[in-house]
């Protein structure tokens, strides 16, 4: 009893002890009495502190003395590394624009079939001159694409033709594409000869070594990359949720030793046969089985047990590990399938980093924190994988689904630096449709491009410019164009009238036309081709074009209405006579019909509204080629306006009910319908087809089946109840 | 007391059995026990109040209390700045390890006054009052830790701010000494004046090895892309002018240049400017006849004629910053504060926080050789576009140069995002001020796809028990082609569904999906048996829509996967004798929202009315039986800022003698509890996000004088 009280006592003693002594451990890390740690934040001074730049001292420095502020500049012309503004000379750039020469090919030259492309590309685009003498921008026509010495691609003596090239001043203004570099063991990036001041566009760049804002990092590109058009990305549809079969999978060499080995060497790690399925093999090179590991057999039969083209469509994100060098042909094969790419490529700038926003189309991981990758992808929210899905596809089909992309991409971005203060602003390279289509020369502010109304969370304006394309002298009274005039403008959302005097008669005098509420203006067309009638003039101030033939025919409600539709699509072509192609199995090439048909694509420019940045478009982004072939023909403009805004937009244009009689009347007496009955017309029409085509690289085309008619259109209800009454009455 | 009443309850039980001089040990013990609990109350309070006084005791603290560390003359000094670091070299990122917060740690050296061995401090201003602020900012943040062993980015007490007021060597020698500097691993210094004379190098001298920099001035030359962060000088005038905002839009002056010191030739060029374009420009310049001090700094001169600093600035569209000795000038900082656009002329300069923030949308850079053409360069640009600039410029101070909290935050979030690229904010989130960010869409679906048709919709049927009118909506809907499902949301808990044997047969796969609750959003919940991308939702009694019809919306739905593509039209219109919204179903020539009793929608929609529907909304519905299809309008409208597509003429779904407004509808007080619902999500989206359009889809050849047997979809009911 005694031992069991003393017992207890001690116990209570024991516990008092240690609650006291716990009780008191908060209270006494909050004493004033600090000791070891003497600050846990940052005290309050209670001294007046000094200002870290004195007012006597703001601006008043003493560099006045200083000879000139251009010495400042130049201070750093003569170091090895570079920048747009000591190694490039911007005034060969002042008089003719961004143009770019390209070396004439020289006989017995090899030139492999990707540069080959590179160069056509460039010769196709707007940017070519023949003439060195214009240029900005030089093109090499030697091989450099692959500068690894063991390779069959290998040109020698590349340091001595290049220095005997008459242009080459050192390489200013010259641009060097380059996709591989270096050799084993070490791949360095040195392009065995002197670049001297060339910028470089190259696949698989360091950081250490990139010239930022002089050198540009492109992708690295198979040789059967597309030279135009390209795949369309593998996205069809957005699954809910957006997870796939796999969460995380790698398909590719594993280097056993050596430079950039250690990372897919330690993949094995985060490998779990399930959602996440990263498989190497140890089998390439010829002595592969000298280096071989405890683990390459193990590897090697799992790596056959997969499909990598399955894997790659069922898995939400792909590795993309840097291999003997930083790039690999994984990141666009991920980019094209829409498994978004996850980086473990340490010090890789990623391509076209300069304006593409990477962030927003993969994820970025670290080579050294391997293990925490599965619960970094894992941590992704879906609306994120969501969006970060479509932006791959968005960046895939803008910049890289061919070398004509890549090029164009390239040049466009040494386009920007020379223009600086009128280069693409950030969103309009990531945000569709892409820097190729949204030319900052048109305009800086995003209000006006078609494609950013709602990413401003503005409105397109109100009013519309009708533009009406005349081509037969005025004769009586009676042609149609009097009645069109009158009809577009009484429409309240007209600004202005512009007749385009397309006619080799000279212009009428101004009492001819007849006396609206708009003004009218009429301008002569300088040349009188066909493609004028696309030209951005100036006159043209709304954001909306309402474009006509002179025969059209059209009442003002028909135009009203028209015009309310387009306004809730400003980015297509909004109208009346539709028109559809077809692929004809028998001839293997595009058809064309005007015949009614269940679906069309094309809505005619006859009576179509669009947006006027699709004038610009027109006449600064499509070749001279096009343009030309459309001016000869003097046919065919409408069906390349519908190819230039599809392929924008990726979506077809939109037909607005039709009247009756549009048809018949198309079908009158006047000089153009007769063109419409001539068969030849048509002909050309299906060569025009096939021939645009070709130059997108793809059918850029896309069918509809509906139509947008007015809300109670042909309802069995009283006919005062309807807004658009016109379009009904025959 | 609970424990006392336990204690009585046992007590009578033991206690007698005890001796009384047991029982003295007892109270004994447990007065013990209590005092001592009753002591370390009273410490638990009293400590607090002597705490509070050390607090304010602290507050009273001086730099001169700070511990004085001698600096050996032969102490070792850091290399220079290592040109080639980039986060995956110099950076040690095992420090700042996996946290489900992706937030960095920072820890903050103490305050130490460094001398050298005679006993000359290494500085002259010692703590600057920027410095001590922006310390203080970052110690209250969440990035502070005090644990030095956790942390993963380390910030020395040693004020770089202006590097005028540093001995190079010996600040060097202090960096090097303290404890976890490790050749500078991991640690931020921060400068605002890098250089000096006479040859002005744009990043800070003092040899700090792999330290990052958050450097004001640094030029391409020496600012290490994607290490360093560029950071803007200071202005002191952040503080001590109070500037309103002003609307953008047209100024008094069109250019204006504030800067005193201007290189003569640089002046030269301006005047020449200005004898050509007049009135349009100002050009400032330091009052001679006033005293040096804060009054030359508050003032500027032309011709005699003094303007006040820097509320001049206010009056102009754009703003002149040219290059003085150094690159980064605070004058950038005034003139965005004002709202005036900057211009700024200084080649090779790497902006304020270029890495995350957009400049192009808030100045015109423009080269130092194009000068004489600035005028005509800033003539070419859109007005609106200046006005967004205007904007854009102010709010740039706001978020990001109006304090050194401010900069030092930003400095911060910067290299946070870089170590947790994953999770870092967005272009929009640095980029769009708040009133941007309130009007613009970006729509979650905004890839341009036209689905495939292959894969079909799954029509999603709410019922409750119209068993026999159930029946029939699944017999037409199994008609449609292109139906890929069928799934029965069984909304009653007290009846089962029918037998399987008695349910009309079809082709595709039926489901009941029987519900816990009789709740309107059951229909939109993001069923895992829905396995298209488009859902067909469908009343029970939905029996006039044809094959045809409903074939023909799949059809338009996979054109506008992103919108609600349906077949009844409603619209809402504004009251003005009420002052408020009103619900209408009258039809009309206009359509704002398409009822989900009938209409195709991407699955996605689901998900979001099931998970991120604003407010109370959600469960407003539930409570009120009634406008599910409103809020559902509501949703998409405000998400992807586009209207829904009526489909066909058809008005009359459940029986042709029917009108327009059906059923339930008809109930006057269901119409104003419609147009309450109207107003209610209105407020609770704090805007009218619904879209009017005039327009519905109707087939290319509808009523056309066409074969009907040649037309794709010819039986479009008339109404």
Redesign the interface.
């Known amino acids: 009893m005694q031992a069991k009280?003393r017992y207890l006592?001690l116990f209570?003693?024991g516990?008092?002890l240690i609650?006291?002594f716990y009780?008191?451990e908060?209270?006494?890390r909050?004493?004033?009495n600090r000791g070891d740690?003497?600050?846990?934040?940052?005290?309050?001074?209670?001294?007046p502190?000094?200002?870290?730049?004195p007012?006597?001292?703001?601006?008043?420095?003493?560099?006045?003395v200083?000879a000139?502020?251009?010495h400042?500049?130049d201070d750093?012309s003569g170091?090895y590394?570079c920048?747009m503004?000591s190694c490039f000379d911007?005034s060969l750039c002042g008089r003719n624009g961004f143009k770019v020469y390209v070396y004439p090919q020289q006989k017995g030259e090899k030139i492999s079939e990707s540069y080959q492309n590179i160069l056509s590309s460039i010769e196709g685009s707007r940017f070519y001159t023949s003439d060195p003498g214009q240029a900005c921008l030089f093109v090499l026509n030697l091989d450099t694409l692959d500068r690894d010495q063991l390779s069959p691609q290998y040109v020698h003596n590349l340091k001595t033709k290049i220095q005997n090239l008459k242009l080459w001043n050192n390489g200013r203004n010259h641009l060097i594409f380059n996709l591989y570099s270096g050799t084993w063991p070490d791949y360095t990036e040195d392009l065995g000869f002197d670049i001297g001041q060339a910028m470089l566009a190259k696949a698989s760049i360091s950081?250490?070594n990139f010239r930022?804002?002089f050198d540009i990092s492109i992708p690295l590109f198979s040789k059967d990359h597309p030279r135009t058009g390209g795949e369309r990305g593998y996205?069809?549809?957005?699954?809910?949720?957006p997870f796939r079969k796999y969460v995380l999978v790698f398909k590719g060499k594993r280097y056993l030793t050596g430079i950039g080995s250690d990372t897919r060497n330690a993949l094995h790690h985060i490998h779990n046969a399930e959602d996440v399925v990263l498989l190497t093999t140890c089998k390439h090179g010829k002595d592969w089985q000298k280096h071989k590991d405890a683990r390459c057999d193990e590897d090697n039969a799992e790596y056959d047990r997969y499909n990598y083209k399955e894997m790659l469509h069922n898995s939400t994100f792909c590795l993309v590990p840097r291999g003997r060098r930083l790039g690999s042909f994984r990141f666009l094969e991920a980019l094209q399938a829409a498994c978004v790419p996850v980086m473990l490529s340490?010090?890789w700038e990623l391509p076209f980093s300069e304006i593409i926003?990477w962030?927003?189309a993969s994820?970025?991981g670290?080579?050294?924190?391997l293990l925490?990758i599965p619960?970094?992808v894992r941590?992704?929210h879906q609306?994120r994988i969501?969006?970060l899905r479509?932006q791959t596809?968005?960046l895939w089909e803008a910049y890289f689904s061919s070398v004509e992309k890549i090029v164009l991409t390239t040049l466009e971005i040494i386009q920007d630096r020379v223009l600086?203060?009128n280069?693409h602003?950030?969103?309009m390279w990531?945000r569709?449709p892409g820097g190729l289509f949204t030319l900052p020369q048109y305009?800086?502010?995003l209000?006006?491009f078609p494609f950013f109304y709602?990413?401003?969370?503005?409105k397109p304006q109100q009013k519309f410019t009708a533009v009406i394309h005349e081509v037969t002298p005025l004769v009586s009274q009676s042609q149609p164009i009097f009645n069109l005039l009158v009809a577009v403008a009484k429409s309240q959302y007209c600004a202005q009238i512009i007749v385009l005097w397309n006619c080799d008669k000279p212009l009428p005098a101004k009492h001819r036309w007849p006396a609206t509420s708009v003004p009218v203006v009429v301008i002569e067309g300088e040349s009188k081709v066909m493609s004028s009638r696309f030209l951005p003039y100036e006159n043209i101030k709304t954001d909306a074009v309402l474009s006509l033939d002179e025969d059209t025919v059209l009442s003002t409600t028909e135009v009203d209405?028209a015009f309310?539709?387009w306004q809730?699509f400003p980015e297509r072509i909004v109208g009346y006579p539709?028109r559809s192609h077809f692929w004809d199995p028998n001839k293997e090439r595009w058809g064309y019909t005007s015949k009614?048909?269940?679906?069309?694509s094309m809505v005619l420019t006859g009576a179509a509204f669009y947006h006027r940045y699709y004038n610009y478009l027109y006449t600064h982004y499509l070749p001279s080629s096009l343009k030309s072939m459309v001016d000869q023909l003097s046919n065919c403009e409408d069906i390349l306006m519908n190819f230039l805004v599809s392929a924008v937009?990726?979506?077809?244009p939109i037909?607005?009910t039709?009247k009756?009689q549009y048809k018949e009347t198309m079908m009158g007496q006047t000089s153009r319908a007769s063109r419409w009955a001539d068969p030849d017309h048509f002909a050309q029409r299906q060569t025009c087809m096939n021939k645009f085509a070709s130059w997108f690289g793809t059918m850029s085309l896309?069918h509809?089946?509906?139509?947008?008619?007015?809300?109670?259109?042909?309802?069995?209800?009283s006919i005062l109840?309807?807004?658009?009454r016109d379009i009904e009455r025959l | 007391m609970c424990a006392s009443v336990k204690y009585g309850s046992r007590g009578p039980a033991l206690i007698p059995r005890m001796k009384t001089k047991h029982r003295i040990y007892y109270i004994t013990l447990f007065s013990v026990v209590l005092l001592g609990l009753i002591a370390t109350g009273i410490f638990q309070f009293w400590p607090h109040s002597i705490e509070s006084s050390a607090e304010w005791s602290l507050d009273r603290r001086s730099v001169h209390d700070a511990p004085l560390v001698r600096i050996p003359m032969s102490s070792p000094i850091s290399e220079r700045g290592d040109l080639s670091c980039r986060m995956h070299t110099c950076f040690d990122v095992y420090r700042c390890g996996y946290n489900p917060k992706n937030k960095i740690k920072v820890y903050i050296y103490p305050l130490q006054r460094f001398v050298d061995e005679v006993g000359v401090p290494i500085s002259s201003t010692g703590l600057s009052r920027e410095y001590n602020d922006l310390l203080s900012a970052i110690s209250d943040s969440d990035f502070y830790s005090d644990d030095v062993s956790r942390a993963c980015l380390f910030i020395p007490s040693i004020d770089v701010l202006n590097q005028n007021s540093l001995r190079i060597r010996e600040t060097a020698q202090a960096l090097a000494m303290l404890p976890r500097w490790d050749k500078g691993t991991n640690h931020l210094l921060f400068n605002m004046l890098p250089g000096g004379p006479p040859d002005y190098n744009t990043a800070l001298d003092v040899p700090r090895d792999r330290a990052l920099l958050a450097g004001g001035g640094f030029s391409t030359w020496t600012y290490r892309q994607g290490y360093d962060v560029s950071i803007p000088v200071y202005s002191p005038l952040s503080a001590e002018v109070d500037l309103p905002e002003r609307q953008p839009g047209p100024r008094r002056y069109f250019i204006l240049s504030s800067q005193t010191a201007i290189h003569r030739e640089y002046r030269v060029e301006l005047e020449r400017l200005k004898e050509e374009n007049g009135e349009a420009l100002l050009l400032l310049d330091k009052c001679s006849n006033l005293s040096q001090g804060l009054a030359s700094v508050r003032n500027r001169c032309y011709k005699g004629q003094v303007y006040d600093y820097p509320q001049i600035l206010q009056e102009s569209s754009f703003c002149v910053v040219l290059r003085g000795a150094r690159l980064g000038q605070a004058t950038l900082s005034d003139v965005l504060q004002a709202g005036c656009v900057p211009v700024i002329m200084a080649d090779s300069y790497i902006l304020p926080f270029s890495e995350v923030l957009d400049w192009k949308r808030a100045s015109v850079v423009i080269p130092e050789e194009k000068l004489p053409e600035m005028y005509t360069i800033l003539k070419s640009i859109p007005h609106r576009q200046v006005e967004e600039m205007q904007r854009q410029a102010r709010w740039f101070w706001e978020a990001y140069f109006s304090s050194m909290k401010a900069i030092g935050m930003t400095t911060l979030q910067i290299i946070n995002d870089r170590i947790y690229p994953y999770a870092a904010r967005t272009y929009e989130e640095w980029n769009n001020p708040p009133v941007v960010k309130w009007t613009s869409v970006n729509s979650p679906l905004f890839l341009p796809l036209i689905p495939p048709r292959s894969p079909g919709f799954t029509a999603v049927v709410l019922t409750y028990d119209r068993i026999e009118s159930l029946f029939r909506v699944i017999t037409e809907i199994s008609k449609v082609p292109s139906l890929a499902k069928l799934l029965v949301v069984w909304n009653n808990q007290n009846k089962s569904p029918p037998e399987e044997s008695l349910w009309p047969k079809v082709a595709v796969p039926l489901k009941v999906l029987r519900t816990k609750e009789n709740k309107l959003s059951n229909r939109f919940f993001p069923f895992d048996e829905i396995e298209t991308e488009a859902v067909l939702a469908i009343d029970d009694d939905i029996i006039m829509l044809t094959s045809d019809e409903l074939q023909f919306g799949y059809e338009v739905w996979r054109e506008f996967p992103d919108r609600l593509v349906g077949y009844p039209g409603r619209l809402h219109l504004w009251d003005h004798e009420m002052g408020k919204w009103k619900y209408e179903s009258e039809w009309t020539n206009e359509v704002s929202m398409v009822l989900t009793g009938a209409a195709f929608y991407h699955k996605y929609f689901n998900y979001l009315y099931t998970y991120k529907m604003p407010g109370d909304i959600k469960n407003w519905v539930d409570a009120h039986m009634n406008c599910e299809d409103i809020a559902m309008n509501f949703l998409v409208a405000n998400i992807t800022g586009k209207a829904p597509i009526k489909v066909t003429p058809r008005k009359k779904f459940k029986c042709p003698e029917c009108t327009a407004i059906d059923g339930l509808s008809l109930d006057q007080t269901h119409m104003v509890e419609r147009s309450e619902c109207i107003n209610k999500f209105a407020s609770v989206f704090g805007t009218m996000p619904l879209k009017v359009v005039e327009h519905r889809a109707d087939p290319v050849l509808y009523k056309d004088d066409f074969p009907e047997k040649l037309k794709s979809f010819p039986n479009i009911g008339s109404l």
């Open positions: 009280k006592i209570s003693a516990v008092s609650l006291l009780l008191q908060p209270a006494s909050g004493t004033p740690d003497p600050h846990p934040h940052w005290p309050h001074f209670s001294d502190l000094r200002a870290f730049i007012w006597d001292q703001t601006e008043t420095e003493d560099y006045n200083r000139s502020p251009r400042k500049r750093n170091a590394k920048r503004d911007f950081t250490e930022p804002s996205l069809k549809y957005n699954t809910i949720p340490n010090g926003d962030r927003t994820i970025i670290d080579e050294r924190l925490q619960s970094t941590s992704i609306d969501l969006s479509q596809q968005f600086q203060h280069a602003s950030t969103l990531n569709l305009s800086s502010y209000g006006d709602a990413v401003l969370g503005v209405f309310t539709v809730s539709a009614w048909t269940n679906d069309y937009t990726k979506m077809p037909k607005v039709q009756k896309v509809s089946q509906m139509r947008l008619d007015p809300v109670l259109f042909k309802d069995q209800v109840r309807k807004k658009y």
